[in-house]
């Protein structure tokens, strides 16, 4: 180990003590108008975002514009013989709040068809890269590359007024998301099917072109749509969603905003998730060795998987307090195309038996199951077995909401976010006047 590394990891290890002494005794401090407790985690439950495109409820979910999943899918309009809307009508939908018509669908329709086509240089990009990289990286080296036909930064650059940034934002934001689908399924047939790639149908909307570019039939194309739309946003504070914001917040265009939510979508906290959650129900499916998942195999199973210290993944939620709308939303689809699979039965017994089971383990918050609880299963099913892809599919549903919301601040003319630091020096003096003023207040 080099000097400095040495030095630093003794550092390290001093300095380790004093934050979890701040969160263990002095967290309900306050420093302004936050708590120690705030400031170290994360700024969890701090009310300082402002979006009118989503809003999650802790007990009744995610609404789209005031609508719950249930009526957002009930209320958009359909391709003709599908069951899920128009990925193209959910962006009408978060732009502007109101549910559109099919004649104002088909408009958007054939406006995104007309801007869906890759750039060569973006394919020689990819191409560049070793095909080993992961599908995230050249997902989010496929976005930044595009930043040369950025409107906003063209129009910029040759002077505009604030209060027009929403336009050029609006055209870069529609650009970008036509072409994602696109993007997508390229780096999917590339790496994962002998570079052999499939043109777009031009007869086909978004999320149908998708399942026709990526090499799967129906019903894969309702699946795209159900999970584009699912994934689409949940509010405002997540990770991908707040990357993008920050970063749109400088002014920067929209594909440096979104490659870099691209980022931290990437990560196994966020988005990398839900191919963990898969990983680790197919482990568990190998232990019951073939056995039918009774209700009372799956809870010894559970138990030995919290004795050993493990946690079961897909179940619990930063924000949410019970099951997930989009699992719901997902487990019907699943109950009505896919009720005998074996996979999903053991994911359904799961379900039915491990919210029991955490609650009586105590230690978790919320015992019910989240979104990457289920994704993962439908993928598998209709054939996209490579599961590093997965997070990929989130990421073309999270840039509708993210553009949306990003287009919206301009609109506002939102400022740059620029939130105040403290040292932790400065927190263990906070904490000292708190222990000082409540000695002298019991005098």
Same mark, same amino acid.
């Given at each position: 180990?080099?000097k400095? @590394?040495?030095?630093?990891?003794?550092?390290?290890?001093?300095?380790?003590?004093?934050?979890?002494?701040?969160?263990?005794?002095?967290?309900?401090?306050?420093?302004? &108008?936050?708590?120690?407790? !705030?400031?170290?985690?994360?700024?969890?439950?701090?009310?300082?975002?402002? /979006?009118?495109i %989503?809003?999650?409820?802790?007990?009744?979910?995610?609404?789209?514009?005031?609508?719950?999943?249930?009526?957002?899918?009930?209320?958009?309009?359909?391709?003709k013989?599908?069951?899920?809307?128009?990925?193209?009508?959910?962006?009408?939908?978060?732009?502007?709040?109101?549910?559109? =018509? $099919? #004649?104002?669908?088909?408009?958007?329709?054939?406006?995104f068809?007309?801007?869906?086509?890759?750039? $060569?240089?973006?394919?020689d990009?990819?191409?560049?890269?070793?095909?080993?990289?992961?599908? +995230?990286?050249?997902?989010?080296?496929?976005?930044?590359?595009?930043?040369?036909?950025?409107?906003?930064?063209?129009?910029?650059?040759?002077?505009?007024?604030?209060?027009?940034?929403? #336009?050029?934002?609006?055209?870069?934001?529609?650009?970008?998301?036509?072409?994602?689908?696109?993007?997508?399924?390229?780096? *999917?047939? +590339?790496?994962? @099917?002998?570079?052999?790639?499939?043109?777009?149908?031009?007869?086909?909307?978004?999320?149908?072109?998708?399942?026709?570019?990526?090499?799967f039939?129906?019903?894969?194309?309702?699946?795209?749509? +159900?999970?584009?739309?699912?994934?689409?946003?949940?509010?405002s504070?997540?990770?991908?969603?707040?990357?993008?914001?920050?970063?749109?917040?400088?002014?920067?265009?929209v594909?440096?905003?979104?490659?870099?939510?691209?980022?931290?979508l990437?990560?196994?906290?966020?988005?990398?998730?839900? !191919?963990e959650?898969?990983?680790?129900?197919?482990?568990? !499916?190998?232990?019951?060795?073939?056995?039918?998942?009774?209700?009372?195999?799956?809870?010894?199973?559970?138990?030995?998987?919290?004795?050993?210290? $493990?946690?079961?993944?897909?179940?619990?939620?930063?924000?949410?307090?019970?099951?997930?709308?989009?699992?719901?939303?997902?487990?019907?689809?699943?109950?009505?195309?896919?009720?005998?699979?074996?996979?999903?039965?053991?994911?359904?017994?799961?379900?039915?038996v491990a919210?029991?089971?955490? =609650?009586?383990?105590? @230690? =978790?918050?919320?015992p019910?199951?989240?979104?990457?609880? !289920?994704?993962?299963v439908?993928?598998? *099913? *209709?054939?996209? /077995? &490579?599961?590093?892809?997965?997070?990929?599919?989130?990421?073309?549903?999270?840039?509708?909401?993210?553009?949306?919301?990003?287009?919206?601040?301009?609109?506002?003319?939102?400022?740059?976010?620029?939130?105040? %630091?403290?040292? =932790?020096?400065?927190?263990?003096?906070?904490?000292?006047?708190?222990?000082?003023?409540?000695?002298?207040?019991?005098?």
């Open positions: 180990m080099s400095l @590394k040495e030095t630093l990891f003794a550092k390290i290890q001093e300095h380790r003590p004093r934050t979890q002494k701040l969160l263990k005794e002095h967290g309900d401090v306050k420093i302004g &108008e936050v708590t120690i407790a !705030q400031a170290i985690g994360g700024a969890r439950g701090v009310r300082c975002l402002v /979006t009118d %989503s809003y999650l409820d802790p007990f009744e979910g995610i609404r789209f514009r005031g609508k719950t999943i249930p009526e957002t899918l009930e209320a958009l309009p359909k391709p013989g599908r069951e899920y809307p128009f990925v193209e009508a959910h962006w009408w939908f978060l732009l502007t709040g109101e549910v559109p =018509t $099919q #004649e104002q669908v088909a408009e958007v329709v054939e406006d068809k007309k801007r869906r086509a890759l750039p $060569q240089y973006v394919i990009v990819l191409r560049a890269m070793p095909r080993d990289s992961h599908p +995230m990286t050249m997902f989010s080296a496929g976005i930044l590359a595009m930043q040369r036909e950025s409107i906003f930064v063209k129009r910029y650059q040759e002077g505009m007024k604030k209060d027009e940034y929403w #336009e050029p934002t609006y055209e870069d934001a529609t650009n970008l998301l036509a072409k994602l689908p696109t993007l997508a399924a390229y780096i *999917y047939r +590339m790496k994962y @099917k002998a570079d052999v790639h499939i043109h777009a149908d031009k007869e086909l909307d978004f999320g149908g072109n998708f399942a026709h570019q990526m090499g039939p129906q019903p894969y194309d309702d699946v795209a749509r +159900m999970y584009f739309i699912l994934h689409s946003d949940h509010e504070g997540n990770v991908s969603a707040h990357t993008g914001h920050l970063v749109a917040s400088a002014l920067s265009d594909y440096y905003a979104y490659s870099a939510a691209i980022d931290g990437a990560g196994p906290l966020h988005g990398l998730a839900n !191919q959650v898969l990983r680790w129900m197919m482990n568990f !499916q190998k232990k019951l060795g073939g056995k039918e998942p009774t209700e009372e195999l799956v809870r010894e199973a559970l138990w030995e998987t919290l004795r050993a210290g $493990q946690v079961i993944p897909g179940y619990g939620h930063a924000v949410l307090r019970k099951t997930d709308p989009r699992y719901v939303a997902q487990r019907e689809f699943c109950l009505k195309h896919l009720p005998d699979y074996p996979l999903f039965k053991l994911i359904d017994t799961i379900f039915k919210p029991g089971v955490l =609650t009586e383990h105590g @230690k =978790t918050k919320n019910w199951p989240n979104v990457d609880a !289920q994704s993962g439908i993928q598998w *099913y *209709y054939g996209l /077995t &490579e599961w590093d892809f997965y997070t990929v599919l989130f990421g073309i549903g999270r840039a509708i909401g993210v553009l949306a919301n990003i287009t919206w601040d301009r609109a506002l003319g939102y400022p740059i976010e620029r939130p105040k %630091s403290v040292t =932790t020096k400065m927190l263990e003096d906070v904490a000292a006047q708190a222990i000082k003023a409540d000695d002298l207040g019991s005098d």
